[in-house]
């Protein structure tokens, strides 16, 4: 069930880096919900001696349900999908847990989470564009442009023949149509098939 049909198994280095800030964040929003409940549980036990316990304890019992509601939320809103690769989806819960989180005081898990929400935005963009080599995949920024504008070259004389041939145009073994050397990689590659021959 985890991914999208027929999704490569490639995984953005964004979305690992997300992952893990989302991890630590939620770790961090997790000592942080258990020492506020301490304090504030060592509040409630010193105001039961002047017998205001109960709406301490009411308030108490609500702090705890939050916290704990927060974290199961940013675990299945933002942790989950990340990890199943729908960063897209995973995008606006960790703005708003993070902006939730900076609100309640919780800075470094806030932190975590608004750099986890940029990371995740990178993702999308590397999803959309992996490198080559992986399915489905296209060179980096197109290094040879097929139909780059050529500068204007002066007035040659005609017909005169290269003293060196020009290396003989390799062609791809699936296809047959001539493919394009990608200078960044040293390698020649289809783009109808979108591999490297
Ligand atoms: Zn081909």
Known sequence: ?????????????????????????????L?????????????????????????????????????????????TLCYKP?????????RTPTLIFAILSLITVNIIAGVLYLVAYVKLGDA???QQTPPPGYPGGAPMMSPVAPYAAQPA?????????????????VVCPKCGRPATFIPQYNR??????????
């Open 82 to 90: 990340v990890r199943e690769g729908r960063y897209e989806a995973a």
């Open 124 to 126: 999308v963009r590397e």
């Open 1 to 29: 069930m985890y991914g999208q049909p027929g999704a490569p198994s490639y995984v953005p280095p964004s979305a690992s880096t997300a992952k893990t800030l989302i991890l630590v964040g939620l770790i961090f929003q």
């Open 153 to 169: 070259a002066p007035m040659q004389p005609p017909a005169a023949p290269a003293p060196a041939a020009a290396p003989a145009p």
């Open 31 to 75: 000592i942080f919900a258990i020492l506020f409940l301490l304090v504030l549980g060592v509040i409630a036990f010193l105001a039961a001696a002047v017998g205001v316990f109960s709406i301490i304890a009411v308030f108490y019992v609500i702090i705890g349900l939050i916290g704990f509601i927060f974290l199961f939320l940013i675990w």
């Open 188 to 197: 020649y590659y289809c783009y109808t098939d979108q591999q490297y021959v």
